[in-house]
């Protein structure tokens, strides 16, 4: 998956080109060239290209994400749900402070769940509760440091910080959410916890 960051660096790239390449044309051939005029009706098509080269993907939640246990399934969508509010503030161009509010919340909600799969994690004396615990120590950590490096430059942070959050989340949902929510189901079948 490309992330944002990427997406935009790439279309600026071409874009620069593009202009560049209709420039030269115009001093090489002057403005009697059909050359450049050519070129032109190209650039009209920026901004279309730009809603499209710039839309973040939604994620739709799907029965695979799911780890069977309700209350982390519950969050787990609620994250989902967050993440796609951020994406249509982006895409709609709400301002960098309003998509960052929505990322705040995000990053907020996501706080609460870790808190919440940690004391599940406790009460059902999940094995691996140390290396998951940690695992979720680096989430915060990652973020912090995006809050602290980027506090002037809210679009670039807003952006990797995005990229972050959606690979993070549907990673560890994936695979060590799967293994909690296992084990959490067969300590419940077998009346533990």
Known sequence: MVSATSKRTIFYFYLSILLLAIVVLALVGGLDSPLP???LPLLVLVPVLHMKFFRLPHVAWKDVYSVGVEEIDSDHKQLVDLINRVVTAASTNLGDEFVGENIYEM?????????REE????????PDREGHKAQHQRFI???DRFEKKYAHDLKVKNLQMFDFLRDWLLRHISYADKE????????RAAGQG
Not at 107 to 115: D, G, R, T
Not at 180 to 187: C, D, F, S, T, V
């Open 180 to 187: 909690l929510g296992a084990y959490i189901q067969a300590r």
């Open 37 to 39: 005029w050519a070129l």
């Open 141 to 143: 950590d990652t973020v």
């Open 119 to 126: 004391r599940l994690m406790d009460q059902y004396e999940f």
């Open 107 to 115: 990053v907020a909600y996501a706080k609460y769940h870790l808190n």
